[in-house]
């Protein structure tokens, strides 16, 4: 993301994103500058001080404005509801020592062979010169051309899937790369341990300090000597425990980042040749080979070609298995973020995971793209979050100003008065000027900072006897004022682990008899059990079978198991080298079939709600296509001759009893012994399928669920549910957890988006199946019923919701203010529901295990992570006892 510029001197930086800002371009007048420091001079550095608390201030006073390109300080300006500012300083970056230029370029034509690069716009010639500016570790390039700053160290999304095969497919070259290097800047997540004497110093230029110096210096010279000590010693102790912690705080952040700097990796090179390099010298647009060993990404590519399997414990909390693979080559012009879709994430592999596994395709190698270096990673935007964290407009800040703007007119009644009866009295100049400062330092006690700084740090001690740690104390304070806490469900209010309870066959399309597992009982050979067998993303690591805990469970109620000592080629009727064989166990039943090869997954997406999975038998001229998913998502994919007309009732019938239920769909198609199966697209797969069944998992409620938020209720604070689970199921869980009380009415919210044949439209229905199309007056009416007699919740699902927010927003407020549960909700829809509790005043806690929730919990006043993984640091709680028992421990904290 660039900047838009609204005019010759004013534009936007990172329009659309958290971080948006304003820019402005201002000339430096020597003249000016001069005269500010005659003023640090003669004022004993106050000015300087001043100036340095209100950057603005200063840009105003030494500079005049001017057009961005003519400009050599910025001033930026946060576009949120605070308003901060910051001077930053235009900087050169110097091409004359590469030579290579002048073989790869001239002034008339392109350095690169993109001629849309921004490497080309932003080179000026014949200076050979480039303009930047450094935010926030992003360093961002002035594009002469376009008269705008574009961020520096990132691949541009315009580019289309072919393109990116063809122009970045055989490597970057070496002349090519020392330029993107040199105007780029290093692949580098550099966090310096801060010295202890700008940590120091930063903290003592904390202007309450500065008056509580001049109070103390106030008092001792009137003779207040012990009291003054005393003062002192824990002003003194204060400051050196904050700078301890953060002092502490930074080392920890430098550690978490400083193995991405030092990696080794194998760049491929156009003209062929393989080498080796350390990863700092990675440049956008270089392709890196991935050998198949094991090692933490310092970047974040587009999977080019092959398959691997990732851990991203780093950044989404859980640490699962992940399949990515390869981008698509398919030949149009769309960009490949739009033509992937909102799954475009399942081709990158982000900076900062494991690369666990990779799988060839063929002959050719494992390769990737270099998306994004540095800063401009996930993992950079990661640190950066926790470097410049977003202020939070906590009421509580705002009522505590207030407090402190009446202290301070009471200080300047009681200095006047004292003036004022001094000098009717007949005092010195000394008397007069001393009683009225006195009567200062009573009304603002100077030692406030000390004192809240020292109740920050024994509650960060007492959160951290009950193993919980924070890495952003100022939110603490706000705790004590949590009147809505937010719960993810699986891994929060239920346990992890799933048990398989059983399967429903489903025979020419009619439901047949429940199959139980609990009896050990294992399923004769069908289609269904062959989806049970090879639809999922599980693999063998160290000797274990690893994946989700669905998959898992799944995968062992079959009793087979998997093979990776197999080789295709070691099959005539297999086309392919396979991902991965399945057998049958020992202990499972008799089946016909050797085993079962997994030619191609695509794997799961929580937008997509969905998995399939391309297979072959061994020793069967058919691929075999089996889906995985929501059972809703799942029938849309079905012939509708295969799914049975009681569908919905035999689903809610299992839902509304707690359990998972997930869907299961398979077809045949024809293969050829030539055929590449990576030739296969999701949309040719995924269609005609045949409803094969329903999964059902039992999914139990955590001890200590219940106990909590009956305590909850008991204090008022309010609970809700936002899952990405099945909406009926969540219902149940959220009734027998006590997030809904027994005597409430549920009522289901259903929204419809506008088409050309209809506007929308929003109906609802009681658990009782009563059913109304209504309109917003009615629909008001409902709210406000529910509210008047408080009886009632609402439940709906992230669909419903979304459409809720883009054509009944009006009505939203009315809807959250009883909404209980909210399913089937993707992260994205998560954060902004949680916005949308705070734009009703309340304060919000959001309790989840990190997987899907990194969002939610950075947005809420105050997040808790029942995860232990890294990706926690976004989080400002972490809990390492896995239960919400650490909710009301920070609430009473």
């Not at 692949?187 to 230029?205: C, D, G, Q, R, S």
């Not at 951290?464 to 993810?488: M, T, Y």
């Not at 089996?626 to 849309?636: H, I, R, S």
Request: charged letters at 20%.
């Amino acid at each position: 993301m660039g900047i838009l510029v609204q005019d010759a001197s004013t534009a936007l930086l990172n329009e659309g994103e958290e971080n948006e800002m304003e820019i402005f371009g201002y000339r430096t007048v020597q003249w000016q500058k001069a005269l500010c420091v005659v003023g640090y001079i003669f004022s004993f550095g106050l000015v300087w001080l001043l100036f340095y608390w209100k950057p603005e201030w200063n840009v105003w006073s030494c500079c005049k404005p001017c057009t961005l390109e003519e400009a050599d300080v910025v001033l930026l300006r946060a576009t949120d509801e605070f308003k901060r500012y910051s001077r930053k300083t235009v900087r050169w970056t110097h091409l004359s020592e590469l030579n290579s230029l002048k073989q790869i370029g001239t002034p008339d034509q392109s350095f690169t062979e993109d001629c849309n690069c921004i490497i080309n716009k932003a080179i000026i010639t014949p200076d050979m010169k480039v303009r930047c500016i450094w935010v926030q570790k992003i360093k961002y390039v002035w594009l002469h051309s376009e008269k705008l700053f574009q961020k520096a160290g990132t691949l541009e999304d315009l580019y289309s899937c072919s393109q990116l095969h063809s122009r970045f497919g055989p490597g970057l070259t070496k002349e090519e790369q020392k330029l993107r290097r040199t105007i780029c800047g290093p692949n580098a997540i550099e966090v310096e341990i801060v010295p202890i004497w700008k940590l120091l110093f930063k903290e003592v230029l904390n202007p309450f300090y500065l008056f509580q110096a001049a109070s103390l210096g106030l008092w001792l010279a009137e003779g207040y000597i012990e009291y003054s000590i005393v003062i002192i010693a824990i002003t003194i102790l204060s400051i050196i425990l904050t700078v301890y912690d953060l002092r502490q705080q930074s080392v920890k952040l430098h550690r978490l980042v400083e193995s991405n700097n030092s990696a080794v990796v194998t760049v491929h090179t156009s003209n062929g040749d393989n080498e080796e390099m350390e990863s700092r010298h990675l440049v956008p647009g270089d392709l890196i080979v991935l050998t198949g060993k094991k090692f933490f990404l310092p970047c974040d590519c587009i999977l080019l070609r092959g398959s691997c399997i990732v851990n991203e414990g780093m950044l989404t909390g859980e640490s699962i298995p992940v399949t990515k693979t390869a981008l698509d080559h398919v030949t149009n012009c769309t960009p490949w973020k739009i033509q992937s879709g909102e799954d475009y994430k399942r081709h990158v592999l982000f900076c900062g995971t494991e690369v666990i596994q990779t799988t060839r395709s063929g002959s050719a190698a494992v390769t990737a793209i270099v998306l994004h270096t540095g800063f401009n990673t996930a993992k950079g935007d990661m640190v950066r979050s926790i470097l410049y964290p977003k202020p939070m407009n906590f009421k509580l800040y705002r009522d505590a100003f207030r407090f402190m703007m009446c202290l301070v007119v009471l200080a300047v009644i009681g200095f006047i008065y004292s003036v004022v009866i001094f000098t009717v009295k007949g005092g010195t100049v000394r008397d007069i000027i001393v009683k009225a400062l006195l009567a200062v330092t009573v009304a603002i006690p100077p030692v406030l900072p000390a004192a809240v700084a020292m109740a920050i740090m024994y509650a960060q001690k007492r959160l951290k006897r009950k193993n919980i740690f924070c890495i952003s104390p100022q939110r603490i304070n706000v705790c004590g004022r949590i009147n809505l806490v937010c719960f993810d469900k699986t891994g929060t209010l239920t346990e992890d682990g799933l048990d398989l309870w059983g399967v429903v066959p489903c025979s020419e399309s009619r439901f047949q008899k429940v199959h139980m597992f609990t009896c050990g009982n294992s399923l004769p050979w069908c289609p269904l059990l062959g989806a049970m067998t090879c639809c999922h993303s599980l693999m063998i690591l160290d000797g274990k079978i690893q994946g989700d805990p669905l998959d898992l469970k799944m995968f062992e109620g079959t009793n087979w198991e998997i093979d990776q000592t197999c080789d295709a080629d070691n099959y005539e009727d297999v086309s392919t080298t396979h991902h991965l064989v399945v057998r049958p166990g020992l202990d499972s039943s008799s089946v016909p079939v050797d085993g079962i090869i997994i030619l191609q997954q695509f794997p799961f997406s929580s937008s997509l709600q969905r998995m399939s999975v391309i297979s072959q038998v061994i020793g069967s001229e058919e691929h075999l296509v089996f889906m995985k998913g929501a059972p809703e998502m799942v029938v849309q994919f079905c012939s509708r001759e295969s799914v049975p007309a009681y569908f919905t009732s035999e689903l809610q019938l299992y839902t509304l009893q707690g359990f998972r239920v997930i869907g299961l769909a398979y077809k045949t198609m024809q293969c050829t012994k030539d055929m590449n199966t990576d030739s296969y697209t999701r949309e040719e797969v995924e269609s005609g399928l045949v409803f094969l069944g329903l999964l059902i998992l039992e999914n139990r409620l955590k001890p200590e669920t219940i106990p909590v938020l009956s305590e909850m209720n008991d204090a008022i604070i309010r609970t809700v549910m936002i899952t990405g689970d099945n909406l009926q199921t969540a219902i149940t869980v959220a009734m027998n957890s006590g997030i809904v009380q027994k005597h409430f009415r549920v009522i289901l919210i259903e929204a419809s988006e506008s088409t050309v044949d209809c506007p929308a439209s929003i109906t609802w229905k009681t658990m009782e199946n009563q059913k109304s199309d209504v309109n917003d007056m009615i629909s008001l009416d409902i709210c406000n019923e529910a509210q008047q007699k408080d009886n009632y919740c609402f439940a709906m699902t992230g669909k419903d919701y979304q459409n809720i927010v883009k054509y009944f927003y009006s009505l939203l407020p009315k809807l959250l203010l009883n909404g209980a549960i909210f399913a089937r909700m993707s992260p994205g829809q998560k954060s902004n529901l949680i916005e949308e509790f705070q734009k009703l005043d309340y304060y919000v806690a959001m309790c989840g295990d990190g997987a899907n929730d990194c969002g939610a919990l950075k947005v809420a006043h105050a997040g808790i992570s029942l995860s232990e993984q890294e990706a926690s640091v976004a989080s400002p709680f972490t809990s390492q006892t896995p239960n919400i028992q650490c909710v009301p421990d920070l609430i009473n904290n």
